[in-house]
């Protein structure tokens, strides 16, 4: 994804965060926590247990600003744990509005629980429940919508309206009790919301969080709601957790809201769980400090142009322990003219391109540290540029805040799964194509366009062989059989560049 970020402007060449799964595993998730809205001057109450005992993570010398500057060998820092990240207790992306198909329920897993996520056209919005039908425990995604706007699990029938509760059961005799009023009979609903084109859910279903989107909410982007902005957004399953020219970049401050990055092109700010992004400009200078409205600290004010503007925004969903989901977009408002006029899919091209460059080097990557450990990942990795300062950073944050790793709860115990062959680990018709609504027309489309081509190449080959001589003019003929050679040349370019862009595309370093 360092790739993804250096070739959507070239002139900003950042590195990502890493975002990997350690291995502890904890217990019930804590809930309550408020929402984060303002990086500068908003700060989350984490309600938790204070735990002593210590921590060990890796300060370059050169990635944090000079006064935090450690030794390069013995760079080791003893902190307490006193404010818990709680990973239940906070909004999570799912998936972009644009792949959504209000037609059908999608399936969909977020920090190890399976969702499925419809279209209410009675309420007129998205909603996502539990992932199983309380009846035989069969998967709701699987089903369909009604004629009368009802989630139907086609397993045996039942059907469930927008709040869970369930409106018919066809095995339940007309004159009998209504046994469909019954608690058991409901789905479990996960508060839900729709902001920046994206659709959000809160995972717990708790009734005391039925409201809690009036007093908590996602963190707002409003440049992706900004007309003036290119907002072309790319969705895909990854295959692992993680998430140059020298840098000058340092960390100005971390807590359990994040950090916040200084660099000379403007501000990154990492907003967790799962939000990363920046802002920059085009020939901007360096950011300026201002004095806050409480007078009591300064706050980062970035020096950016009010005529050109660029973001990189990566939203990194845990999915499972070694799986993950990246949402990416880099709205601006400038060069808008091309985005507007070629469709998603033709951007989509070089940016999975650019993902699957990085995945398997990522991949081996995340299981290397699974064996070194999330406390002593430094001993294994040098990091001693200021290029590095995001990642140090981002493993400060998640073994002080964070509990060294996603808080998968019961559902997995941590260990990563084994690895795939190379078909697997590099397809993008399942971790892509197949779910976002441009992709999957244009590889429909382009499927038809082959057949086509085959067909005419088939069909100009019959006429001259059908055609009696004196019929058709040596120049037909002619004309004819270059026709069908085109064709079936045309056909086979169009097969290979199908599968290369649509199902699986292997990425040989060596030859690149």
Not at 220 to 244: A, H, K, Q, V, W
């Given at each position: 994804?360092?790739?993804?970020?250096?070739s959507?402007?070239?002139?900003?060449?950042?590195?990502?965060?890493?975002?990997?799964n350690?291995?502890?595993?904890?217990?019930?998730?804590?809930?309550?926590?408020?929402?984060?809205?303002?990086?500068?001057?908003?700060?989350?109450?984490?309600?938790?247990?204070?735990?002593n005992?210590?921590?060990?993570?890796?300060?370059?010398?050169?990635?944090?600003?000079?006064?935090?500057?450690?030794?390069?060998?013995?760079?080791?820092?003893?902190?307490?744990?006193?404010?818990?990240?709680?990973?239940?207790?906070?909004?999570?992306?799912?998936?972009?509005?644009?792949?959504?198909d209000?037609?059908?329920?999608?399936?969909?897993?977020?920090?190890?629980?399976?969702?499925?996520?419809?279209?209410?056209?009675?309420?007129?919005?998205?909603?996502?429940?539990?992932?199983?039908?309380p009846?035989?425990?069969?998967?709701?995604?699987?089903g369909?919508?009604?004629?009368?706007?009802?989630?139907?699990?086609v397993?045996?029938?039942?059907?469930?309206?927008?709040?869970?509760?369930?409106?018919?059961?066809?095995?339940?005799?007309?004159?009998?009790?209504?046994i469909?009023?019954?608690?058991?009979?409901?789905?479990?609903?996960?508060?839900?919301?729709?902001?920046?084109?994206?659709?959000?859910?809160?995972?717990?279903?708790?009734?005391?969080?039925?409201?809690?989107?009036?007093?908590?909410?996602?963190?707002?982007?409003?440049?992706?709601?900004d007309?003036?902005?290119?907002n072309?957004?790319?969705c895909?399953?990854?295959?692992?957790?993680?998430?140059?020219?020298?840098?000058?970049?340092?960390?100005?401050?971390?807590?359990?809201?994040?950090?916040?990055?200084?660099?000379?092109?403007?501000?990154?700010?990492?907003?967790?769980?799962?939000?990363?992004?920046?802002?920059?400009?085009?020939?901007?200078?360096?950011?300026?400090?201002?004095?806050?409205?409480?007078?009591?600290?300064?706050?980062?004010?970035?020096?950016?142009?009010?005529?050109?503007?660029?973001?990189?925004?990566?939203?990194?969903?845990?999915?499972?322990?070694?799986?993950?989901?990246?949402?990416?977009?880099?709205?601006r408002?400038?060069?808008?003219?091309?985005?507007?006029?070629?469709?998603?899919?033709?951007?989509?091209?070089?940016?999975?391109?650019?993902?699957?460059?990085?995945?398997?080097?990522?991949?081996?990557?995340?299981?290397?540290?699974?064996?070194?450990?999330?406390?002593?990942?430094?001993?294994?990795?040098?990091?001693?540029?200021?290029?590095?300062?995001?990642?140090?950073?981002?493993?400060?944050?998640?073994?002080k805040?964070?509990?060294?790793?996603?808080?998968?709860?019961t559902?997995?115990?941590g260990?990563?799964?084994?690895?795939?062959?190379?078909?697997?680990?590099?397809?993008?018709?399942?971790?892509?194509?197949?779910?976002?609504?441009?992709?999957?027309?244009?590889?429909?489309?382009?499927?038809v366009?082959?057949?086509?081509?085959?067909?005419?190449?088939?069909?100009?080959?019959?006429?001259?062989?059908?055609?009696?001589?004196?019929m058709?003019?040596?120049?037909a003929?002619?004309?004819?059989?270059c026709?069908?050679?085109?064709?079936?040349?045309?056909?086979?370019?169009l097969?290979?560049?199908?599968?290369?862009?649509?199902?699986?595309?292997?990425?040989?370093?060596?030859?690149?």
């Amino acid at each position: 994804m360092e790739a993804l970020k250096a070739s959507s402007f070239p002139s900003f060449r950042h590195p990502l965060i890493s975002t990997r799964n350690p291995r502890t595993v904890f217990d019930r998730p804590i809930l309550h926590i408020p929402s984060t809205q303002e990086i500068t001057t908003s700060h989350l109450i984490i309600h938790s247990k204070k735990a002593n005992f210590k921590i060990f993570t890796a300060i370059s010398p050169t990635a944090l600003s000079t006064e935090e500057s450690l030794s390069s060998d013995q760079q080791v820092q003893s902190e307490k744990i006193e404010e818990k990240f709680d990973w239940y207790a906070h909004w999570y992306p799912v998936v972009p509005l644009c792949d959504l198909d209000k037609r059908r329920p999608h399936a969909k897993k977020v920090i190890g629980i399976d969702i499925v996520i419809w279209w209410d056209r009675n309420d007129n919005e998205w909603k996502v429940f539990d992932d199983s039908c309380p009846h035989r425990l069969a998967p709701l995604s699987e089903g369909r919508i009604d004629q009368w706007g009802r989630l139907q699990c086609v397993y045996h029938g039942w059907c469930f309206g927008g709040s869970g509760d369930c409106k018919f059961i066809p095995q339940a005799p007309r004159d009998g009790p209504p046994i469909h009023t019954s608690k058991k009979a409901c789905v479990a609903v996960y508060p839900s919301c729709v902001q920046n084109g994206i659709l959000w859910f809160w995972p717990n279903t708790d009734p005391q969080y039925k409201n809690i989107y009036s007093e908590q909410k996602p963190h707002y982007i409003p440049e992706l709601d900004d007309p003036s902005f290119t907002n072309t957004m790319i969705c895909r399953d990854i295959p692992y957790g993680e998430g140059g020219r020298p840098l000058e970049i340092s960390i100005k401050r971390l807590d359990q809201n994040g950090f916040t990055a200084k660099q000379i092109a403007g501000e990154n700010f990492f907003i967790p769980p799962c939000l990363y992004y920046g802002y920059f400009s085009p020939g901007a200078g360096p950011s300026k400090n201002k004095t806050s409205s409480a007078g009591t600290k300064d706050e980062v004010i970035p020096t950016v142009p009010p005529q050109k503007k660029a973001l990189l925004i990566f939203y990194c969903i845990p999915v499972s322990p070694g799986n993950s989901r990246l949402i990416f977009a880099s709205p601006r408002n400038f060069a808008v003219l091309i985005e507007r006029i070629f469709p998603r899919w033709i951007f989509h091209i070089g940016q999975n391109l650019i993902l699957d460059s990085d995945l398997y080097l990522l991949h081996v990557e995340e299981r290397k540290l699974m064996d070194v450990g999330s406390i002593n990942w430094h001993k294994s990795c040098y990091v001693p540029t200021k290029a590095d300062a995001l990642v140090v950073s981002f493993r400060r944050w998640l073994n002080k805040y964070g509990g060294t790793r996603v808080d998968w709860g019961t559902k997995f115990s941590g260990l990563l799964p084994p690895t795939p062959p190379r078909e697997q680990l590099f397809d993008r018709y399942w971790t892509h194509t197949v779910n976002c609504s441009s992709c999957s027309v244009a590889h429909k489309s382009l499927n038809v366009f082959e057949t086509a081509l085959q067909v005419m190449s088939i069909s100009c080959i019959g006429i001259v062989a059908a055609a009696k001589q004196g019929m058709v003019s040596v120049a037909a003929r002619y004309g004819l059989v270059c026709m069908a050679i085109i064709c079936f040349l045309a056909s086979k370019w169009l097969s290979q560049f199908i599968y290369k862009t649509f199902r699986y595309h292997d990425y040989d370093h060596a030859f690149r």
